[in-house]
């Protein structure tokens, strides 16, 4: 059984930085795709950032480019995401998820195991 485990969220102040931690557990491959996702009140889950299984080349949108960075660690099984120069606007839960590919896909439909979410709040 798979199972994803988000740590790391909390309260900090614009400007500030935060990371998050999912530690995978169960039978996912290191070639799969992984990535972090977010859902803000009253909105459709987003994708944060992306990392294909096969290389390193991650995926940001343009929202958090330059600010995020998603990291993996297969020997550990851990995936992470480094949150920099936080806004209001990246207030949220954010989920870690595994896709059912190797591409770093952005469609939240490809991802089929996820996390329970860890909340992000950076007040205005």
């Known amino acids: 059984q798979v199972r994803l485990v988000e740590s790391g969220g909390g309260l900090v102040q614009a400007g500030g930085s935060l990371r998050l931690s999912c530690t995978v557990s169960g039978r996912i491959s290191s070639s799969t795709g992984m990535g972090w996702f977010r859902q803000g009140p009253g909105k459709d889950r987003e994708v944060v950032a992306t990392?294909?299984?096969?290389?390193?080349?991650?995926y940001y949108p343009d929202s958090v480019r330059g600010r995020f960075t998603i990291s993996r660690d297969n020997a550990k099984n851990t995936l992470s995401l480094q949150m920099n120069s936080l806004k209001p606007e990246d207030t949220a839960v954010y989920y870690c998820a595994a896709s059912r590919y190797v591409g770093a896909s952005t469609n939240v439909k490809d991802y089929i195991y996820w996390g329970q979410g860890t909340q992000v709040t950076v007040p205005s």
């Open positions: 990392i294909a299984g096969y290389k390193t080349i991650p």
